[in-house]
């Protein structure tokens, strides 16, 4: 069983992340971690200065630093609590919803495992679009995990 | 764990009882198998015309056939799961993914399962409408398992008996 499982900063990824670790998985199981950054686009001449083009590229730089450190964080703790698993993880860059399903296609993943936000009322109908998108263009099964009630 | 599987009568439901078997065969759970007849408006105004008993009898017969269906599949399940984890069947009339949503509230599961088969090579999406509803709607998290489904660490000879048990 090849499960992998895109993570962002949010809250729901977090609740995602901790469905899979209190699970009892198939021996044999392998667990790929995705943490995708999306680079700041429009670097336009004419709205940014070269300084602020500059700060941009900073702050992609210090975002996609924080991307590592957190996935460093939830490989130590799927390392911990699945020692006999194989587990392996990246931060890829570019769009999310492509990279989760590029990359569940050529890791050769059999469920993909995304969280999304619950909302109420009106603003429940709409899924998250990541993960709404995962998983009606996905080959493989999605799994979504919803951020608990309080 | 409790874990609610929609079951539609068609070739997919074998490959969603086998992904529910490959995915919890480790891990304690109760599954509920869930099938929805929804009652047909065409069949409904037709026979209101001649008389409620023959539209009562159609249905009762789609209801007696999904029971002995799900039970097919509850003996299936529990041989490739843990003995001791129980598993129920359920028949239930109405608009499909209300039902289910209600129905997980009710059972109070922790996750939904349900197969899509997508529109085909036409469409990009491989999720149907019943599918999407639940998902968008529901409170627990939920599982779509692809028709294009097939484990990656199966060699090719565990492959052949599955699709021939689809075919049949």
Redesign the interface.
Known sequence: ??VLIAQDESECSKTALE?VLS??????SQFRLVNVHEPIHGYDPVIYTPHSIVSLKEADKEIYAAKEAQLKKSLDLLKAKFNDFEVCGEVLTGHPKDCIIDDAESW????IVVGTH?RKGFA????GSVA?EV????????????ER?H | MKILVAIDDDSLCQTVIDFVAKVFSHHATIVKLLHVVQPSSVVDTATSLCGHGENHQILEERIQQASAFLNTLRKDLRSKMLPSEPVEVSVLMGTPHRVILDCAEEFGADLIVIGSHGHGELSRLKINSVSYAVLSHADCAVTIVKAQQVFQNEDASEKLPKSARLLA
């Open positions: 069983m090849k469905s699970r009892t998985w198939p021996e044999n050769g993943a059999d469920l619950s429940r109908a709409f899924l709404s998983a009606s263009q996905a080959d493989c099964s999605v799994e979504i995990v919803r009630k």
